[in-house]
């Protein structure tokens, strides 16, 4: 029985409360208009970004449905957010974690995971340079996680395949969304990488919404979505744009998609620091350079509600020094 003294309290029994209900706030500084781009704050979940999510629910589901027992092993082949997402729910429910990433994804997460008692390797790049990671190297950052799950039989969480990740933005995040427009959005966007967020939040929102119009970001010279041949492997979009449509995505939700180039993702990513106080990553950039562009198209009325992510934390991130261009 609880004390007198914690009756009406506010207090979240664990990180895994802290998860979702991130703020929805609007960029009318950096665009005063016409219409109104609203991002949300996933840069605030507890790991850092956006994957908190994908975790919490994929490891819950593998947990319910008997694939996951108590104290047993996890796995996964990460960019980072991922890792960190997962690296979080696993210390608070108990599950020794182990993660592969590409060394050219930045050390900043591998900080982060192990701090939170992760176990990161850092694989060797096939063709990527610090900062730019290829689909090789995620391809073989792959590979070393499912060579570790043969040998140990730790649990594959399986990001890129797993339902549950883009279920958790059908039940999480294009609920929030909706409800904190007061079921008002004209446009929604997003960058892609296991296109878990792109695929359950559009399909929340063309369910409650059909007029929606959905947007894939792409960086340029890596747009398969808008079905180009890959030219440009190697940009600065870590966690996105792998040069390929991933097994998750669903064209039945998409509308469009806008192509950023790594000029315009560094000049938004500043200027959302600059003018509206918050310091994010390059898909976030990426993200409100697109919203941008379509406000700019005339596609929309205008007075239209855009509405996208920011997916992570600058914190994240390293400045690539000269020798690791």
Same mark, same amino acid.
């Given at each position: 029985?609880?004390?007198?003294?914690?009756?009406?309290?506010?207090?979240?029994?664990?990180?895994?409360?802290?998860?979702?209900?991130?703020?929805?706030?609007?960029?009318?500084?950096?665009?005063?208009?016409?219409?109104?781009?609203?991002?949300?704050?996933?840069?605030?979940?507890?790991?850092?970004?956006?994957?908190?999510?994908?975790?919490?629910?994929?490891?819950?589901?593998?947990?319910?449905?008997?694939?996951?027992?108590?104290?047993?092993?996890?796995?996964? #082949?990460?960019?980072?957010?991922?890792?960190? @997402?997962? !690296?979080?729910?696993? %210390?608070?429910?108990?599950?020794? *974690?182990? $993660?592969?990433?590409?060394?050219?994804?930045?050390?900043?997460?591998?900080?982060?995971?192990?701090?939170?008692?992760?176990?990161?390797?850092?694989?060797?790049?096939?063709?990527?340079?610090?900062?730019?990671?290829?689909?090789?190297?995620?391809?073989?950052?792959?590979?070393?996680?499912?060579?570790?799950?043969?040998?140990?039989?730790?649990?594959?969480?399986?990001?890129?395949?797993?339902?549950?990740?883009?279920?958790?933005?059908?039940?999480?995040?294009?609920?929030?969304?909706?409800?904190?427009?007061?079921?008002? #959005?004209?446009?929604?966007?997003?960058?892609? @990488?296991? !296109?878990?967020?792109? %695929?359950?939040?559009?399909?929340? *929102?063309? $369910?409650?919404?059909?007029?929606?119009?959905?947007?894939?970001?792409?960086?340029?010279?890596?747009?398969?979505?808008?079905?180009?041949?890959?030219?440009?492997?190697?940009?600065?979009?870590?966690?996105?744009?792998?040069?390929?449509?991933?097994?998750?995505?669903?064209?039945?939700?998409?509308?469009?998609?806008?192509?950023?180039?790594?000029?315009?993702?560094?000049?938004?990513?500043?200027?959302?620091?600059?003018?509206?106080?918050?310091?994010?990553?390059?898909?976030?950039?990426?993200?409100?350079?697109?919203?941008?562009?379509?406000?700019?198209?005339?596609?929309?009325?205008?007075?239209?509600?855009?509405?996208?992510?920011?997916?992570?934390?600058?914190?994240?991130?390293?400045?690539?020094?000269?020798?690791?261009?």
């Amino acid at each position: 029985m609880a004390h007198s003294s914690e009756k009406n309290t506010d207090i979240c029994s664990s990180a895994l409360n802290l998860i979702g209900n991130t703020p929805l706030v609007a960029f009318d500084r950096l665009w005063p208009g016409p219409g109104r781009i609203l991002a949300k704050c996933e840069f605030m979940n507890p790991g850092g970004s956006v994957k908190d999510r994908s975790s919490l629910y994929m490891i819950n589901a593998a947990r319910d449905e008997g694939k996951l027992k108590p104290g047993h092993p996890v796995i996964e #082949v990460t960019s980072g957010n991922q890792g960190c @997402g997962l !690296a979080v729910v696993c %210390a608070v429910l108990g599950h020794p *974690l182990t $993660v592969t990433m590409p060394k050219g994804n930045s050390v900043q997460r591998a900080i982060h995971m192990e701090a939170l008692g992760a176990n990161c390797i850092r694989v060797p790049q096939v063709e990527g340079t610090y900062g730019n990671v290829t689909l090789a190297d995620a391809l073989a950052a792959e590979a070393e996680a499912v060579r570790i799950t043969e040998e140990t039989g730790a649990y594959y969480t399986n990001q890129f395949c797993n339902k549950m990740n883009s279920g958790s933005h059908y039940l999480s995040t294009g609920p929030e969304i909706w409800r904190q427009t007061g079921h008002r #959005v004209d446009a929604f966007l997003d960058t892609v @990488g296991t !296109a878990g967020t792109f %695929a359950g939040t559009a399909k929340f *929102l063309k $369910v409650v919404h059909p007029e929606v119009l959905c947007y894939v970001v792409e960086p340029v010279g890596s747009e398969p979505i808008k079905g180009e041949a890959i030219t440009k492997p190697l940009h600065l979009l870590q966690g996105s744009g792998y040069g390929l449509v991933p097994d998750l995505f669903d064209y039945d939700h998409l509308d469009g998609t806008f192509s950023i180039t790594d000029e315009e993702a560094v000049e938004y990513k500043q200027l959302i620091g600059e003018k509206e106080g918050l310091f994010v990553g390059y898909t976030s950039g990426a993200n409100v350079a697109a919203a941008v562009k379509l406000l700019k198209s005339g596609v929309l009325p205008e007075d239209a509600w855009v509405v996208t992510l920011l997916n992570d934390t600058g914190l994240k991130y390293t400045p690539i020094p000269d020798d690791l261009k």
